[in-house]
């Protein structure tokens, strides 16, 4: 006589699989809804220019202060504030304590760990050695990165900035950079989304930062509830 079997239990299975699946379902359908009933923020309103559709940047490859390649893929899947200077610039100093004291306050926001601040150097003189030094007073997510001028000149041009070697080329003569003190903000997308222009304050810097990055979380989810929109009406 053939023992028995044990019962199947796939259809209780089944439907408490599916029962999952409705609850997740219920929950998407709810955040989306109050997605699509929110209004779309507009433009941002900051200290500089937001740039809608965002810029894209040179395809580059410098060093940073480790000696290791930096390349766009540093720039990707974080928020980044990238910022033109040299060590020996008052300037660039003042820049990055600035930024230091905005990442503090957008701790309390819990948004300061996807935020990464780096300087590209303008100066021929600024090795890994030299950025290592000063980018190493601040905490692991402040960069610094160097290259052949004719790289970092390209990399510059392709986010619209401008700057001319001192006469002679004595770096103590300073750079001439343009847009003076401007503070770029690429998106984790790796696209420049907005240029903050001074006088800086750390608390505008941290504001600014807020609402490029909530915009941006808002057009994601958007964007999502477009794309299932599309797939019903298929």
């Keep these: 006589m053939p023992a028995n079997r044990p019962q199947r239990t796939t259809r209780p299975l089944f439907g ?9 379902a219920a929950v998407i359908g709810v955040g989306l809804a109050v997605t699509a009933l929110r209004p779309d923020p507009g433009i941002p309103d ?24 930096f390349t766009p893929t540093e720039l990707h899947g974080k928020w980044t504030v990238l910022t033109f ?29 996807r935020l990464q601040v780096a300087l590209v150097s303008v100066s021929p003189d600024d090795g890994p050695e030299e950025l290592a ?18 790289r970092v000149r390209e990399l510059a041009g392709s986010v619209g900035v401008r700057y001319v070697e001192p006469n002679g ?6 750079f001439h950079i343009q847009p003076e003190g401007a503070l770029l903000v690429i998106n984790p997308h790796g696209k420049m989304i907005a240029l903050l222009m001074p006088p800086h304050h750390p608390e505008l810097i941290a504001r600014d ?16 509830l477009e794309r299932v929109r599309e797939r019903v009406r298929e």
């Design 16 to 24: 408490a699989l599916l029962a999952i699946a409705s609850v997740l």
């Design 46 to 69: 900051i200290q500089g220019t937001y740039l809608e559709d965002g810029r894209p940047i040179a395809d580059f490859a410098l060093q940073d202060q480790d000696g290791k390649r």
């Design 85 to 113: 200077g040299h060590t020996e610039c008052p300037t660039t100093w003042e820049n990055l304590a600035l930024l230091h004291s905005a990442r503090e306050q957008l701790g309390q926001t819990r948004m300061s760990t």
């Design 133 to 150: 030094d000063y980018v190493g007073r601040y905490p692991a997510a402040f960069q610094g990165a160097s290259g052949p001028v004719e």
């Design 169 to 174: 080329g004595n770096v103590e003569d300073g």
């Design 209 to 224: 930062l807020f609402r490029l990055m909530e915009r941006e979380r808002g057009g994601f989810l958007r964007n999502l």
